[in-house]
């Protein structure tokens, strides 16, 4: 509930973060509906692929590539890493750009490592997670492995002070973008 509200304020995904490579390992290949897109994929009735590209290479398309993974395997758009946005307008980039220097791990606004994956297996098994951190240990969405005790992190209150700096009339630099500091707002919003 509390992630939902995160996307209605104009929060993205943490996982999806353009670094993330840096952070996580994605395991597509544990995707609820892989095997099936596999089988797919192979025979291509969409002609995504060239003839000469194996079915390796095709997979990785499949969990790289919106469009795709939309028609191959839709479990897998909410991991789909985001695109490099540097090129685009500032107004347009600013929504992807709102996260912290460090990455947190612990965010209301990132999936638990057996998200999206099938029902039947076991979670506590970490050869079947979708995500986990480099050093192999799970992620939580929110912090907990219990639903329930999930909590909004600094990190997330911070970004969500990033996207509404305007609101306060602070200015971008006021905020110290990647960092949360209560203090240094509070004054930009009184001299400006
Ligand atoms: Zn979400």
Redesign the pocket.
């Given at each position: 509930m509390m992630?939902?509200l995160?996307?209605a304020i104009g929060l993205q995904?943490e996982h999806q973060r353009q670094d993330r490579g840096q952070y996580l390992e994605f395991h597509c290949e544990n995707l609820d509906g892989y095997e099936q897109a596999k089988r797919k994929a192979a025979v291509d009735e969409r002609a995504y692929f060239e003839d000469d590209e194996d079915i390796e290479t095709r997979m990785s398309l499949v969990c790289n590539d919106d469009e795709i993974a939309f028609d191959y395997l839709p479990a897998a758009l909410?991991f789909i890493r985001q695109k490099d946005h540097r090129l685009e307008s500032e107004k347009a980039k600013f929504k992807y750009y709102v996260q912290l220097d460090s990455f947190d791990y612990d965010s209301i606004?990132i999936?638990s490592s057996h998200a999206n994956t099938p029902i039947d297996i076991d979670a506590t098994n970490p050869k079947t997670w979708v995500l986990k951190r480099k050093d192999g240990t799970a992620v939580w969405q929110g912090g907990s492995k219990r639903a329930a005790d999930a909590k909004i992190t600094e990190g997330d209150i911070a970004r969500v002070a990033q996207l509404y700096f305007k609101a306060r009339g602070a200015t971008l630099e006021a905020t110290g973008l990647g960092k949360w500091d209560g203090q240094r707002i509070r004054k930009a919003r009184l001299t400006n």
């Open positions: 992630h939902e995160g996307h995904h909410p606004m999936y």
